[in-house]
């Protein structure tokens, strides 16, 4: 009877780890290709410049805030380029409005922090790749074991360096843009 209590114990603790639900980031904006909603309205691009409307699910326990990032691998920069960094999201806060990217509308949470963009100032900047090839930008968001002790100053590569030494969990969608 023992032995039979016991396979059972073990299959439901194997069934439920079946269907655990991973870490899960999805948009109601953005699908596979960049919309002129999302395009800059700069460097000669003339879109409406709004963020993309972000939610999440599933967060691993212990998660303290988190942090949504969007990178341009493929910019001609040598380096890529960060169009998008927010930090220490509350952590029962688990979507970002459409336009939360514009500092001056106040739509994402009052604690989280936009800091500086690869184009030197805070909030999101959207795609406005050279004419050419299909750029492929990345939007992250993490969930952190904790607040991240940075500012609105702080480089997108030094917020990077932050988010991967404190991150549980990490999901991303990714679309193109072309012009």
């Known amino acids: ?45 003339h879109g409406q410049n709004i963020s993309p409307q972000l939610s999440w699910e599933n967060a691993p326990a212990g998660t303290q805030s988190f942090a949504v990032t969007m990178y341009d691998k493929d910019a001609p920069t040598g380096s890529g380029f960060w169009h998008w960094v927010v930090f220490n999201i509350p952590a029962n806060v688990t979507e970002l409005k459409s336009g939360a990217g514009d500092v001056s509308k106040n739509l994402a949470p009052a604690e989280a922090i936009q800091s500086n963009t690869d184009a030197g100032m805070p909030g999101y900047i959207g795609p406005c790749p050279p004419p050419g090839a299909a750029h492929q930008y990345l939007i992250t968001v993490y969930a952190l074991k904790t607040k991240l002790q940075l500012d609105k100053n702080a480089t997108p590569p030094f917020v990077g360096f932050n988010l991967n030494m404190n991150v549980l969990a990490q999901a991303s969608i990714v679309f193109y843009a072309k012009q």
């Open 1 to 45: 009877m023992k032995r039979t209590i016991t396979i059972a114990a073990l299959l439901f603790l194997v069934c439920k780890m079946c269907i655990a639900q991973t870490f899960t980031l999805k948009s109601n904006d953005v699908g596979g290709q960049a919309t002129q909603k999302q395009f800059a309205n700069t460097f000669g691009c």
